[in-house]
C-alpha cells in the first residue's frame, strides 16, 4: 500500500508519516521499481501503536524505547519503568491541576458574592473592606487601601506566611481592636510631608504605639506597619523606600520594627 493509504487506514496523515520516519518511530518502507515506498500491514500495526501510545500522553521521545521490543527483537530497555514514570509525571500533573482548579473555584465564589477579585484571603478583603468603610479620614482610608495593595503584593510573592494575614484580619475585623489601629494609622497618615526632624517627637512617640500595639495583640504587622524586612523586600524586588515613600512614615516603621525586634536604646527611645 502506498503512504496515503497507510495513513488512511491508522486514522493519520500522510505529514504524520513522514514526521515519524524521521523521528525513528516508523521504519523507512522498501521501494517498489518505480520509487514508491511500499507499505505493509506490519507498518499500519506499527503505526496505529505509536498513534495509541501518543494519544495516552506517551511522549513520543519515549514511545520508541516503549516499542523496542518490536523493533529490536528483545527487550533492550524498561518498558514497565518507563510507564511507570509517565503514569507518576501525570499523578503530579493532576495534583497541580487540582490546586488550579481550587484556587479557580475560590475567585468565582468571591466574584459571585461580591467581593473584590484578589489573591488575598476573603477574611482580610473583608475586614479590610469594613476598616476603610469604618475610616473618619480621607488620608485613612488611602492608607487602608495602600496596606490591602501591599498585603496583597506579599501574598503573590509568597513572602508573608498565611497565617500572619489571618491574625491581621482578625485584629482589623474586631470591633473593639479596630479603633485602636484605626487611630495609630490615622496619627500614621498625619506624618506625611513632614520633615523627620520637626517631627522627632510624633516619630518616637507613635513608633512606640505602633510596636506596642502589634506586641499587644500578638499579631504581625502589616506592610507599611513594619512587616516588609529585607528578605520580603528582596523577593518583591521593593525596598521600603518605594514602600513607604515619605521619610517621616518610614521612620515610624523602621523605629517600630527596631523596638519590635528588641534593639532598644539605653534611653527607652526608639531610633
Do not use: K
Not at 119 to 147: F, I, Q, T
Request: aromatic share 4%.
Amino acid at each position: 500500500m502506498r503512504i496515503g493509504q497507510l495513513a488512511d487506514a491508522a486514522g493519520t496523515t500522510t505529514r504524520t508519516v513522514r514526521h515519524y520516519h524521521r523521528l525513528g518511530l516508523l521504519e523507512e518502507p522498501r521501494r517498489r521499481s518505480n520509487g514508491y515506498r511500499e507499505y505493509d500491514v506490519g507498518d499500519v500495526l506499527r503505526l496505529m501503536r505509536v498513534r495509541w501510545l501518543a494519544d495516552s500522553g506517551v511522549p513520543l521521545a519515549a514511545v520508541a524505547s516503549i516499542l523496542s521490543d518490536d523493533a529490536a527483537g528483545e527487550g533492550s530497555s524498561d518498558p514497565a519503568a518507563d510507564l511507570r514514570a509517565l503514569i507518576g509525571a501525570l499523578n503530579g500533573e493532576r495534583e497541580r491541576l487540582a490546586r488550579r482548579q481550587t484556587r479557580l473555584a475560590a475567585m468565582l465564589a468571591d466574584v459571585e458574592s461580591g467581593r473584590p477579585l484578589s489573591a488575598l484571603p476573603a477574611e482580610v478583603v473583608d475586614a479590610l473592606a469594613a476598616a476603610v468603610e469604618g475610616a473618619e479620614s480621607p488620608a485613612v482610608v488611602a492608607a487602608l487601601r495602600r496596606e490591602r495593595d501591599l498585603l496583597e503584593m506579599l501574598a503573590l510573592s509568597g513572602s508573608v506566611p498565611e497565617s500572619h494575614l489571618f491574625s491581621y484580619a482578625a485584629t482589623v475585623a474586631d470591633d473593639e481592636r479596630r479603633p485602636r489601629y484605626l487611630a495609630i494609622l490615622a496619627d500614621w497618615s498625619d506624618l506625611e510631608g513632614r520633615e523627620p526632624d520637626s517631627a522627632e517627637a510624633e516619630i518616637d512617640a507613635l513608633a512606640r504605639r505602633l510596636a506596642d500595639y502589634f506586641e499587644d495583640e500578638n499579631v504581625a504587622a502589616t506592610p507599611q506597619s513594619g512587616v516588609v524586612d529585607t528578605r520580603a523586600a528582596g523577593e518583591m524586588a521593593v525596598g521600603l523606600a518605594e514602600v513607604i515613600p515619605d521619610p517621616s512614615q518610614r521612620e515610624v516603621v523602621l523605629r517600630a520594627q527596631r523596638a519590635l525586634a528588641g534593639c532598644m536604646p539605653e534611653d527607652g527611645q526608639v531610633r
